[in-house]
């Protein structure tokens, strides 16, 4: 018996498992447990540095350095009842990942014993080794001083495993010289960036804000499930996180049964200790269910301030890894582990809000004035996408998000909005003069009558729109599933604080008298200006792809030319404007991600190479030699019937070994001269022919899982 149908044997063999108690806890009693949040804050600190420090949670104030001793030993008596022996300075380095560096609370006495000890200044700083990760250049080998800073914004959290704790704390990183290495660095920056501008256009409308105005997050988590075995004996999954071959399987998505279907009892017990996992550390998980592919699976938390949201959801992936651990799968985050169904993306539904529970900036009002402001925001966001498209798109290049833009499951690489018919009509009688009527939602009528008439919403969805309104945020649907968020929502809160920008400055030269007229002729201005980029149809359509290049709008289908976008002059000007990225920085960005790519291009080649040579070439030979002494043996005792026909097999098989020793000799040409264009196509090309390959080899043979076994046992 091969490893593929050992492993199958296994699965057919295993009883189910379950973890954690048969019943699932009180959830209001275990959510934000292992969480050092407000309410264990002031249960921990003096009230007054608990005051302190909520300004600083709150209002963005500068920390005051005289509390830090007061929190740090608060934070440590907390993290010690949690069963703690460690803290880390949890960071978020250009790895896209996370990073820790465990120190122990230990602090020897003059007895030969240990105290407890955590100071204000191991909480403030922390110094790990800035040359061992990606810089892009600003940091070189011999440079190794970097530094972590205590972000109190994002609070503190348990990490727990069977033997112990560690208690985590979120932190920016940067350089020895101040430049940021890391995604949080330049997000917080972002945030404040969008935040000053959007209060300076709310000062023009009468309102002045004393909070911040809130960025706010919703970043939908797509996943795949297999089971252990079956990954185990896939190295390219091991390696890659994808498959770099496999046939579609009779059965994929095409019955459409999966979607939002019941769910498997092991994959249930996984998705509660995965809620019961998050939920104690305040992570406010809310939607799972089913997603379109086979073995692909949601999960959507409730709206939160941007910056702890990203947080949150950097531990959703890990905490999505270790949970399917304990249950005998393992966690897909690649954008697209298998080809021919559904990759996985991550939906990012951003907004703007004043405070913490104030009105949302882009929820339609209740008045005239609310209104105005709406459509204001509205129309700074419409020109800062249009504007600024390309920085957007790169924002989302990478890998493993080509082999998902422009699929079924993704938006295509031409950035644009979809506004609905609601709002569409409203921007059309804007750009015409004036917004006096707009086409109501009404209700819905169902014709049942035990079912209640439903009010309608006011927009569609549209499901192909890469940046589309779903009727009080917008949802940026081209980010993939492995991305951190942090990098997509730097851009558009940087896009947007420019545009608000240029609203307030114009805006704020207006006497009162005159303002409703000028408020209107600069949001005429903006949507004739920038109506292009607004469309509702289908982003899929060729058609659109031709209308959409008459438009102007750019295309950028593979990740250097869409990468290339981070060192234009425009992009340079923009993050330095708002002091988010420096042009030493954003270069930096650059070379960081296009480093990655061509990593990446290189270990699946190398890696592709590896299998064809070591495991497909001998099943293929295998396969042609038993056919071959068949045909000797079919001959030895006079049986011509069949003979053809597997000679005529043997020597397709022939044919096929001969493609992928051509296709290895030219692969291994390029990755030697590191030929990254000709990595990809020689890659792609030995896919073919193995996928070809695995219709006629013996199934007893096969040396790998299949899709169809994948997909579906589990």
Known sequence: ??????????????????????REACITEIYGEDVFNLKT????LPKAVYKKLLLTIR????????????????????????????????FQPLTGSTAEKHDSFIEPDLEGGVMMDFSGKSLVKGEPDASSFPSGGIRATFEARGYTAWDPTSPAF?????????????????????????????????????????????????????????STLGPEQEYFLIDRELYLARPDLVQAGRTLFGCASAKHQQMEDHYFGAVKERIFNFMNELDQ???????PAKTRHNEVAPAQFELAPMYEELNLAIDHNMIVMEILRQVASHHGLVCLLHEKPFAGINGSGKHNNWSLMIGHDGRNLLEPGHN???????????SAIIRAVDRHADILRATVAHAGNDHRLGANEAPPAIISIFLGDQLADVIEQIEKG???????SGTMHVGVDTLPVLPMDATDRNRTSPFAFTGNKFEFRAVGSNQSCAGPNIALNTIVAESLDEIATELEKVPAAKFNSALQGMLQDIIKNHKRVIFNGDNYTAEWAKEAEKRGLPNLKKTPEALDSLRSKKAEHLFAKYKVLSKTELHSRYEVYIEEYAKTIMIEGKLALDMVKTIFLPVAIRQQGDIADNVIKLKAIGVSAGAAEQKD???LIGELISELCATCEKLEKAIEDHKIEAILKDTAGLRVSVDKLEKEVNDDIWPLPKYGEMLFIY
């Open 1 to 22: 018996m091969n490893l593929r149908k050992h492993v199958i044997s296994n699965i057919a063999n295993k009883k189910l498992e379950t973890c954690g108690s048969a």
């Open 41 to 44: 804050m002031k249960d921990y």
């Open 59 to 90: 209002n963005g104030a500068t920390l005051d350095p005289t509390i830090a001793d007061d929190v740090a030993n608060a934070m440590k008596r907390w993290a010690l009842s949690k069963g703690a022996s460690h803290y880390t300075h949890w």
């Open 158 to 214: 348990i990490k727990h495993t069977s033997s112990g704790a560690v208690l985590c704390i979120p932190t920016a990183f940067c350089s020895y010289t101040g430049e940021a290495l890391d995604k949080k660095t330049p997000l917080l920056r972002s945030m404040q960036a969008v935040s000053a501008q959007a209060k300076r256009v709310l000062a023009c409308f009468g309102e002045k804000i004393d909070s911040r105005v809130v």
């Open 277 to 283: 996992t998050l939920w104690k550390l305040g992570i």
């Open 368 to 378: 005239p004035h609310e209104n105005a402001i709406f459509l204001t925001f509205l």
């Open 434 to 440: 004036g917004s006096k009527s707009s086409k109501t």
């Open 649 to 651: 097999k043997a020597a």
